[in-house]
Each structure stands twice: as structure tokens, then as C-alpha cells.
């Protein structure tokens, strides 16, 4: 990548806008421009630590310093935002979801085309290292054929924040978490997915789900199943994998967890144990001869790789790793899993 700095201007500094101007100006190879934010006091914030801020949206599309416009304000507003960014002919990486649904996002791929500039969405979780090692093992066949992978993501305290509770905002749990979970499932595979069964919560009593659990059928057979959880004091692992040749368990980000291969599954002389009342063989625990237990993989990971992909690209070095297709992809997932879990019905799709 050349030496030079690329330009990145913030709108919203709310949480995920303050994430991004951290990493930013850590960053040798980008120039935070600034920010801006309806919020006069999110605004005096940002001044307050040195960053300089703008008084319009308009003011900021038109700083020629600025190259890339990233978008961190709420889903409602990411479509109109991006689409007069991207007349302005800047480049733009949108927050997730990028959209509230495939007719915004189609807009604004369409806009992308038209004024030749880069559109992406922060999927950030393509960096996490628990889904890093989940891909390693699906690639190298670790467990064999994986057949089934359960993701979840579980916490006790409802959903947070305002405009998250909300429809009009573009809030829930689908939209919030699932565009990870979904994101993270559809790149193991390019198999289409022919159907979806999806049961969304609202435990907490909000008008949008605080949860949900979807069922993902692959037309290779491969099945996933995501889940959010809001509310909830015991957590389940956040991934359980499935194989022909083994079964891994990775429990919290921090990669707990582990991997059980099958040796020898020829096996079938083993008594039966006991299993509450009663006895069982099918149940019967497997020992060292016929199982080889292993750590799970730890991949070193950078989530500034995003931006340097950005950078690269737009030096004609590189190619987009969060493409508008997947994008795209994911957001068709997460309408079907919207509708599945609206009329409870098995959905089938061609995803
Ligand atoms: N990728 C991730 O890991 C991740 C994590 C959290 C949030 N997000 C996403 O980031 C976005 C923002 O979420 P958040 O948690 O930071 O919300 P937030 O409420 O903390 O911040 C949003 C900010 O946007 C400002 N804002 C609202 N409308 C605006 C407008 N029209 N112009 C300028 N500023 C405006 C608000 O004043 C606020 O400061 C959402 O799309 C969310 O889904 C992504």
C-alpha cells in the first residue's frame, strides 16, 4: 500500500462512531477529518478531546480531505445518509445493518455504481477470533462434514439503548446481532439456502424482538442454527459444531472450549451404564482409544484489516473483502428470517 493518508470523516458519534474514531487515529494510514452528529452534545464531546467537528452534513460532504464517509448513526438513517455521501462521491462504509431492508440496500448499491465510489458495511465480526477458528475447522475439515453449527450470542439485560427498541429505527435483534451471526454463517458456504424456520422473542415486552432462533437448511443438507437471547442468566456455548469425524465446542470469546475427533468408531462391544433410572448404551462416555480431544485453533486477528482493505482497494491494490453481493445476501437472509418468525412457518427461499 502506498504512503499516503486517506481521509475518514464520521457521522454519528454515538457508541459504535467513537469505536470508530479510536481505531482511526491509531491508524497510520488514515487521517480522521472529523465528525459530525446531530447531538449538539455529542458534538461538544468530540471537540473536547481535539476532534474536529462539522455543523452540517453538508459541511462535511463537501471537505475535499475526505475520501471515505463512515456511517454510525441509527439503521433508519443509513440509506439517505450513505446515498448523498456517495453523490458527493465519497466512499462509503456503512455500519450494519447497512439498511433497513433489500429495496434500501439496492438503492444503494445502485448509487455505489453510479458515482463509482465504494460501498461496504461494517461486518467487523468476520474478525473475531471464536468465528476465525469455527472457519478454520469447516475449511480444513477438522470435524469431517460439518453437518450442523449452532451460534449464539446470549445476555441478560434486554435490549439496550433507545432507538434500538423500536421499529421505525430499524431496531431489534435480528437486525442488531443477526446481521453478524447471519454474516459470519453465510461466508463458511456458498451453498443456497433453501428454506429457514425462525420463532422471534419479546420477552422483554418491546414492539420489536429482544430474540430470536432460526433454523438455516443449506441445499447441501448443512444445517445452522442461530440464536440471540437477550434475556437469559445461564448461557449456552457460543458455537457447537457437528461433523462426521468429530465435534467442537467453543464456549465464550475468550475460545474456551475444544475439539473431540472419533478415532475409532468401530467400537460397538461397550456395556451399558448407568443414566438416572435407568440404564443406557447409547449414552455410554468414550475413552482415549476411540476419541482424541484438542484445543481450539487461536488465529491472530486484526479488525484494522477492514479499513487497510478499504484503502487497498481503493488504490486498485485489493478487492473489497465485505462485498456489496454479501451484503447484500445477509440482508435477504435477515427479511426471510423476519417472516418466518411472523407467520411461524418453515420459509422456503433460494438465498
Ligand atoms: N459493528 C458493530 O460491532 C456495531 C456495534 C454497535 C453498533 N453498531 C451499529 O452502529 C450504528 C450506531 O449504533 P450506536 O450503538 O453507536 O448508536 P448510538 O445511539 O450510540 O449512536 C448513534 C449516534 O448517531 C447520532 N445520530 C442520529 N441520527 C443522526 C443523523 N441523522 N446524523 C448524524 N448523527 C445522527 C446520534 O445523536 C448518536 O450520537 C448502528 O447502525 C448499529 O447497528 C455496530
Not at 53 to 61: D, F, H, I, V
Not at 184 to 203: G, H
Not at 292 to 299: G, L
Request: one cysteine or more; hydrophobic letters at 40%.
Amino acid at each position: 500500500m502506498t504512503e499516503r493518508k486517506y481521509g475518514v470523516a464520521v457521522i454519528g458519534y454515538g457508541g459504535m462512531g467513537s469505536w470508530h474514531v479510536k481505531e482511526l487515529l491509531e491508524m497510520k494510514e488514515a487521517e480522521l477529518c472529523g465528525v459530525y452528529d446531530i447531538d449538539p452534545d455529542k458534538i461538544e464531546k468530540a471537540q473536547s478531546l481535539g476532534i474536529h467537528t462539522y455543523t452540517s452534513l453538508e459541511e462535511l460532504l463537501a471537505d475535499d480531505r475526505v475520501w471515505i464517509v463512515t456511517i454510525a448513526t441509527p439503521n433508519d438513517t443509513h440509506c439517505s445518509i450513505a446515498i448523498q455521501a456517495m453523490q458527493m462521491k465519497k466512499n462509503v462504509v456503512c455500519e450494519k445493518p447497512a439498511a433497513m431492508n433489500t429495496r434500501e440496500l439496492s438503492e444503494m448499491i445502485q448509487a455505489s455504481e453510479d458515482n463509482h465510489v465504494i460501498f461496504t458495511a461494517h461486518h467487523n465480526r468476520r474478525w473475531d477470533q471464536d468465528y476465525l477458528a469455527v472457519k478454520q475447522m469447516y475449511d480444513q475439515n477438522t470435524l469431517g462434514r460439518i453437518f450442523n453449527i449452532e451460534s449464539r450470542i446470549q445476555g441478560s439485560r434486554g435490549i439496550f439503548g433507545d432507538w434500538r427498541k423500536t421499529r421505525e429505527h430499524g431496531g431489534g435483534m435480528v437486525m442488531d446481532w443477526g446481521v453478524h451471526l447471519f454474516d459470519q454463517l453465510l461466508t463458511l458456504t456458498k451453498e443456497k439456502i433453501v428454506s429457514v424456520y425462525a420463532q422471534l422473542s419479546y420477552v422483554t415486552g418491546h414492539e420489536v424482538d429482544d430474540g430470536f432462533k432460526a433454523v438455516i437448511q443449506f441445499a447441501d443438507g448443512f444445517v445452522c442454527q442461530a440464536e440471540v437471547n437477550t434475556y437469559t442468566f445461564i448461557n449456552l456455548p457460543r458455537w457447537y459444531l457437528q461433523g462426521e469425524k468429530g465435534t467442537a465446542i467453543i464456549n465464550d470469546w475468550e475460545l474456551e472450549g475444544k475439539i473431540v475427533q472419533i478415532l475409532d468408531d468401530s467400537d460397538d462391544n461397550v456395556e451399558p451404564v448407568a443414566a438416572a433410572s435407568g440404564i443406557s448404551r447409547t449414552v455410554a462416555p468414550r475413552d482415549e482409544r476411540t476419541v482424541k480431544e484438542s484445543k481450539i485453533p487461536h488465529i491472530s486477528s486484526n479488525v484494522q484489516e477492514f479499513y487497510q482493505n478499504i484503502f487497498g482497494t481503493l488504490d486498485g491494490e485489493d478487492s473489497l473483502i465485505v462485498k456489496p453481493d454479501e451484503i447484500m445476501r445477509c440482508m435477504k437472509l435477515m427479511e426471510v428470517v423476519i417472516y418466518a418468525g411472523e407467520v411461524n412457518e418453515v420459509t422456503h427461499c433460494t438465498i
